[in-house]
């Protein structure tokens, strides 16, 4: 054991009991998370893209060879019986199993469905976890949904988080209170992604998460991304040939305008930026999550790299940032498509993690 202080007891735990997995040079992981199904009803949120997730699993990662990882916060307890839930996906509990034939299929649970780690009947009851350690190399990524880094006493401890749950169903439902349990504000999200940097970087490990809802990739949101590609530009501009000077300046534009759009979404979503220190270390990333109004994000594992990726329907007005300058792929005539918005060779993260941390 590295730490000598106990600084961050949950997540020390948590390393030390993960299940470990040996990640081959070859292996293809999906992790998606934050799913929040629920009765099929009008406040099931799962519900919107359900289709698109089905899609996605079914025609793209099953026949690609991917195994599957969902990180926590599957199934919405705090609004609807776990009865409901499983009888209206049943479909797609048939398909997470499926994975397993591609290696393997495992769950770990979040605040939201953590009641189901004690239910003997439940459907996936086998394949349920609190984390996962896959090892690559000698390095070390661990998967875990997040809110055992809450300081919040009812994310992090179950009798505390049952007697909420029994709140939400029997007296918030009645008395029309909704959507209480994602209320994240930007404070609560950045100081729970904030202590899972700092155990990641004493640990010297990656962190992959879930939770806040917010799409992480290196340590950066999306602003940070922006922002980075934005003084990359500006630099490159006074030694471009001119002819060059003009596609750059419009890039800037571009993104500046996105850069704008998303403070304008800030004050709804909880605008807060990635960056922690004066340097960024890699070790945390999110999935984000699978309700997402316009679509999912999900972080691929492919042999030596990592990926945050995006599935959208087809009609969306707004242009997605990507790193690579990727180009959206529709999958099939399905209208539904995946675009890349970042990646990253697994060596390089590790090696900036072990130089920098
Ligand atoms: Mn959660």
Same mark, same amino acid.
């Given at each position: 054991m590295r730490l000598h202080q106990k600084k961050h007891p949950h997540l020390e735990r948590l390393l030390e009991t993960a299940k470990p997995i040996d990640l081959g040079s070859s292996s293809k !992981?999906? @992790?998606?998370?934050?799913? %929040?199904?629920?009765?099929?009803?009008?406040?099931?949120? #799962?519900?919107?893209?359900?289709? $698109?997730?089905?899609?996605?699993?079914?025609?793209?990662? /099953?026949?690609?060879?991917?195994?599957?990882?969902?990180?926590?916060? !599957?199934?919405?307890?705090?609004?609807?019986?776990?009865?409901?839930?499983?009888?209206?996906?049943? %479909?797609?509990?048939?398909?997470?199993?499926?994975?397993?034939?591609?290696?393997?299929?495992?769950?770990?649970?979040?605040?939201?469905?953590?009641? /189901?780690?004690?239910e003997p009947n439940y459907r996936l009851s086998g394949h349920l976890l609190e984390a996962i350690k896959f090892s690559y190399g000698d390095e070390v990524m661990l998967l875990f949904h997040g809110h055992q880094a809450s300081i919040l006493l009812w994310e992090t401890y179950p009798i505390v988080s049952r007697v909420v749950v029994l709140f939400l169903r029997y007296v918030a439902k009645p008395m029309g209170i909704r959507n209480f349990s994602t209320a994240y504000n930007s404070r609560r999200r950045f100081a729970i992604e904030r202590s899972i940097y700092? #155990?990641?970087?004493?640990?010297? @490990? !990656?962190? =992959?998460?879930? %939770?806040?809802?917010?799409? /992480?990739?290196?340590?950066?949101?999306? !602003?940070?991304?922006?922002?980075?590609? =934005?003084?990359? $530009?500006?630099?490159?501009?006074?030694?471009?040939?001119?002819?060059?000077?003009?596609? =750059?300046?419009?890039?800037?534009?571009?993104?500046?305008?996105? /850069?704008?759009?998303?403070?304008?979404?800030?004050?709804? =979503?909880g605008l807060r930026s990635g960056r922690y220190n004066n340097i960024s270390i890699p070790s945390v990333f999110n999935s984000g999550c699978s309700i997402g109004k316009r679509g999912v994000t999900a972080i691929e594992i492919d042999g030596d790299r990592i990926r945050l990726v995006y599935w959208f329907k087809r009609k969306q007005g707004r242009k997605f940032v990507s790193d690579r300058n990727s180009e959206p792929e529709q999958l099939g005539s399905s209208g539904y498509f995946r675009i890349v918005l970042n990646e990253d060779h697994l060596d390089y993260v590790f090696s900036r993690l072990n130089l920098l941390a």
């Open positions: !992981v999906l @992790i998606l998370s934050d799913l %929040h199904m629920g009765n099929g009803g009008r406040r099931d949120e #799962f519900k919107r893209n359900a289709d $698109l997730v089905r899609s996605m699993l079914e025609e793209y990662y /099953l026949p690609e060879k991917y195994s599957l990882v969902l990180n926590g916060d !599957v199934e919405e307890l705090f609004k609807f019986s776990i009865e409901s839930i499983t009888e209206q996906w049943r %479909h797609m509990y048939d398909l997470f199993l499926r994975f397993e034939k591609n290696g393997f299929f495992w769950k770990t649970y979040g605040n939201h469905d953590a009641d /189901l780690f004690e700092d #155990f990641s970087n004493q640990a010297k @490990i !990656v962190s =992959i998460i879930g %939770h806040t809802h917010r799409p /992480l990739f290196e340590s950066l949101s999306k !602003v940070d991304h922006l922002n980075y590609r =934005i003084e990359d $530009l500006c630099r490159a501009y006074p030694s471009a040939a001119p002819q060059e000077r003009c596609g =750059i300046k419009q890039e800037i534009a571009e993104l500046k305008t996105m /850069l704008d759009a998303c403070f304008t979404e800030g004050k709804k =979503i």
